[in-house]
């Protein structure tokens, strides 16, 4: 790895491959670490990749994802492409001898997620989806309540994510060749929201509103688990939608705000007892919250660890077999499907 940075510690060197809005928050993020370094970008074109790099102070700029993942500079490739692009982008990074962070929906389907795995595995590099949810503090608190028994035994949960846009026939939302429609969009974060407190379901129903080319605009999803709880879930590019969540236990709920995916507070209910607000403290002004996960692949990475406790390959796997049965039920298929 690179450089001290200034706390005795080894600065991780970022590679961040595209350059699109999500790529611009994370480097913005990790720039404001003290022991981390974005030290390379790459775009399909120099003109964007060095445009990016002149914005962010960043050294290198790369005309190829392939110039990017030779870069011997280069620790860890952060993969902000579209997802229809993560598995080509990912395996040629894990290929060159990189480790990976690829933003989420991790892939089209679970079959390209499982040759990534296996990828990774085999070269014996680490591998994460860059699932911020998992990693938020107050997230990672409930988590720790609902695991003690604060609400008693999860009965339902419910998520939602949503809103209406304006979106022509050509958008990429609307490009079954681009993995459009609301579900990898959205939806993957309610559905990963159920999974980190129950885990894989047992039974996946659907039902959605498909646009002319094929494509999920707005989707109810119904998830059950033997031990009887259910999860009640929406996504949607048609409709505004509050975006929050809801855990209900036997002995309690908790609601999540607006932007339940990453969140700065939770209200803990309690029959006879008053609502209680948790918060995570203070966070670092003016970040978006993507530096969490900057922090565990360079936290993993020191401690010789292939992947994330916090975000587990095999979950990942199981999101994207949920997604896959999800689109099976709705009848959503992508070209890529085989």
Known sequence: MGGTDGTGGTAVRWGVLATGGIAATFTADVQALPDAEVVAVASRTETSARAFAE???IARAHGSWAEL?????VDVVYVATPHSAHHAAASLALKAGK???CEKAFTLNSREAKELVALARDRGLFLMEAMWTYLNPVVRRLTELVRDGAIGEIRTVQADFGFAGDFAPGHRLRDPDLGGGALLDLGVYPVAFAHLLLGEPDRVRADALLSPEGVDLNTGMLLGWESGATALLSCSIVGHHPTAATVIGTEGRIDLPRDFFHPDHFVLHRPGREPETVTSGPGPQGLSGMQYEAVEVARA?????NESPLVPLEGTLAVMRTLDAVRDRIGVRYPADR
């Open 99 to 101: 480790h990976v962070l």
């Open 69 to 73: 993942v030779a870069d011997d500079t």
């Open 301 to 305: 990475i020191r401690a010789g660890e």
């Open 55 to 57: 914005r962010h102070g």
